[in-house]
């Protein structure tokens, strides 16, 4: 199994160490779409899967969620989150043994769905659904200095319910003079450049496990197309996710990272527990 680059107290002491520099920003990959951000002691969670819930759940059936990487903290040992995300229902995006623990450890924590997925979210986490931020496409919500807008996504469509909700949704998060994108999980859809082209994105994670019919499961971007978008965005800095969790359901970076080279976009490819930190001039 892989080793994250840091792992338990070691990440937590990585996390704690990071200096709070006014226009300084920290970034942490938790694997699969996990990704962990700091930013002048604020802290701000993207789709968090930190447990086995996927692999017991599926462990004697057909399609074995064997996990590849080891975990990298365990969700009770984070009790500094601010706001956590959900950007679709799926277990890897909407985990309850995760998000339920740092709803303990957090209780102030202030966790946000797609509109459309707020009941299940509160059936899933036996909360209240007035304890859930719910925000819809074409909306932004405020969390002390976050700035969260909800796009679209297209897992592998741009699936609504019947109040024209979209179920699937990224977020352009604001925080300071820093602009990120996670895409949670998508393919390309058509428009996707012109809405996102609105913001200056410093930063977009983006998945890259691509999309095989003998997976069974909703497909991803490929590593081309990833770093296809980041370009088209423009994108200062991208970053891939969603691989290296499951072995069914991973591609490798290679494609990404050549992709990447040939369009001059500049990258970063992370291990799980590994962070990317830049400032910014005053």
Not at 92 to 112: C, F, W, Y
Not at 211 to 234: D, F, H
Not at 240 to 263: D, G, K, V
């Amino acid at each position: 199994m892989i080793k994250p680059h840091l792992q338990g107290k070691s990440f937590l002491s990585d996390v704690s160490n990071a200096d709070n520099l006014k226009n300084g920003l920290h970034l942490w990959w938790l694997g699969q779409s996990g990704f962990l951000i700091k930013w002048n002691n604020y802290y701000l969670l993207f789709d968090p899967y930190l447990s086995d819930s996927l692999s017991r759940k599926y462990a004697a059936t057909d399609k074995p969620h064997t996990r590849m990487t080891e975990q990298v903290v365990r969700p009770e040992s984070l009790d500094f989150i601010d706001v956590v995300t959900s950007s679709h229902n799926h277990t890897d995006h909407l985990d309850g043994e995760t998000l339920s623990a740092l709803m303990r450890q957090n209780p102030k924590i202030q966790l946000v769905v797609p509109s459309a997925n707020r009941s299940f979210a509160a059936e899933r986490l036996n909360v209240d659904p007035d304890k859930i931020n719910a925000i819809d496409s074409g909306q932004s919500i405020t969390i002390g200095p976050i700035e969260l807008n909800a796009v679209p996504a297209a897992h592998e469509n741009l699936s609504k319910d019947q109040l024209g909700r979209h179920f699937y949704v990224g977020y352009v998060a604001t925080l300071g003079p820093w602009t990120l994108y996670h895409s949670g999980d998508t393919i390309p859809y058509d428009g996707m450049e012109n809405i996102l082209q609105k913001w200056e994105i410093d930063v977009a994670l983006l998945p890259i496990n691509g999309r095989r019919p003998e997976r069974r499961v909703a497909g991803n971007l490929w590593g081309r197309e990833a770093a296809l978008l980041a370009k088209s965005i423009g994108a200062k800095t991208v970053i891939p996710c969603h691989y290296e969790m499951f072995e069914f359901n991973t591609e490798a970076p290679i494609e990404f990272e050549t992709e990447c080279r040939t369009l001059g976009q500049e990258y970063q490819t992370l291990k799980a527990g590994q962070r990317w930190s830049r400032s910014k001039p005053n």
